[in-house]
């Protein structure tokens, strides 16, 4: 069985995970920036408002658990 996805689905998706792992990176990296201005940032390379990104990220990691940091969870090979 095929399941047909809206292009604009597709697109979104890749957006939202773009966001999601540049986020990932640059909060990851040793500059001191806060939550705040990463968000910004995000939000003027993707042209979208701050809110949304917020969003994006929060709807991201409840729709793909996974995408969290999986020190803990059992999938992740120690």
């Known amino acids: 069985m095929r399941i047909l996805i809206p ?3 597709l697109k979104r998706y890749k957006r939202n995970t773009e ?3 540049e986020y990932q990176q640059m ?3 040793d ?3 806060s939550a705040n201005q990463l968000f ?3 939000a003027a ?22 995408s969290v940091d999986n020190k803990d969870n059992y999938l992740h090979s120690r």
């Not at 994006?56 to 996974?66: A, H, M, S």
Request: charged share 30%; hydrophobic share 35%.
């Open 45 to 66: 390379k993707h042209n979208i408002s701050v809110v949304m990104v917020r969003r994006v990220l929060e709807q991201y990691t409840q729709d793909y658990p996974l």
């Open 31 to 33: 500059r001191k920036v």
């Open 19 to 21: 966001i999601y792992e």
């Open 40 to 42: 910004t940032i995000l």
């Open 7 to 9: 292009i604009r689905d």
């Open 27 to 29: 909060s990851g990296e």
